[in-house]
């Protein structure tokens, strides 16, 4: 029987500005049943697609990348902000809606058609893992999936990402 797991969502509103309902992940991470149910059914479609690394991003996406990358037998490779990876790497710079940002990933982490998947919490409007992708894309890696523990549908994120395969386990009108 599976969990429901939208119930073990909180909603919290006006976070972290007024008119904002963020959708509280921590609520389904501290109940184990909760957390072991959702990364079976975020690794399910991909139990036989011969992953050998999952990419995950900053800093939410390594609570589900790792897990799944140990169900996979597949390698974890992380997405980082600038200055955190102590290796030599290539970077990705992004617009957010007010400024840039960029993202990098250490030059040797992924190897010329290598099959990933790629793991973050959230998908929004898009802008963060369409870097992902794009740095996954320079290293010759090839996406079999992006997915997601949520999918905010009303910010049409997934436009960002239309050529690429995802899945989201939650959505959100």
Do not use: C
């Not at 036989?48 to 996406?61: C, H, L, P």
């Not at 905010?152 to 386990?169: M, T, W």
């Amino acid at each position: 029987m599976r969990l429901d797991l939208k119930s073990k969502i909180r909603e919290v509103p006006d976070f972290p500005k007024k008119g904002i309902l963020f959708y509280d992940i921590t609520t389904l991470l501290s109940d184990s049943a909760a957390m072991q149910e959702a990364i079976h059914q975020l690794t399910l479609p991909y139990r036989d697609k011969q992953i050998q690394k999952v990419v995950a991003v900053e800093s939410r996406g390594f609570i589900f990348g790792a897990p799944i990358a140990g169900h996979l037998n597949a390698g974890f490779v992380p997405v980082r902000k600038p200055g955190k990876l102590p290796h030599t790497q290539i970077e990705e710079h992004y617009d957010l809606e007010y400024g840039t940002d960029t993202l990098g990933i250490h030059e040797d982490a992924i190897l010329p058609g290598e099959r990933v998947l790629i793991v973050d919490d959230l998908l929004a409007t898009g802008g963060t893992m369409a870097a992902t992708a794009k740095l996954v894309q320079r290293l010759g890696g090839d996406i079999v999936g992006i997915v997601f523990m949520i999918e905010l549908l009303f910010l049409k994120g997934r436009e960002k990402l239309k050529d690429l395969p995802v899945f989201s386990l939650l959505t959100y009108e």
